[in-house]
């Protein structure tokens, strides 16, 4: 994909809080966010490393965009 950031975990833990994501738990150097959609828990686990490699970033992309357009999450993570 064109375009894509390079961006650190952390940046995109700052997004996904943005949109309401929160913090639910840590596992080594993974987070794991959580946020409800009509009623139903939406979990995304971000590895907390320096650069997240394209694939990573490109599978939390895919996640996200099923409840918030992705040019949205894109816009605000190249912010962060």
Do not use: W
Request: hydrophobic share 40%; proline share 5%.
């Amino acid at each position: 994909m064109p375009g894509l950031p390079v961006v650190s975990g952390q940046q995109v833990i700052n997004a996904l809080r943005e949109i309401g994501y929160e913090t639910v738990g840590q596992k080594g150097s993974h987070i794991k966010m959580r946020r409800f959609y009509e009623g139903k828990k939406h979990i995304i686990v971000v590895p907390l490393h320096k650069e997240l490699d394209r694939g990573t970033l490109m599978s939390i992309i895919r996640r996200v965009r099923v409840y918030f357009p992705q040019e949205k999450f894109l816009k605000i993570l190249k912010e962060k």
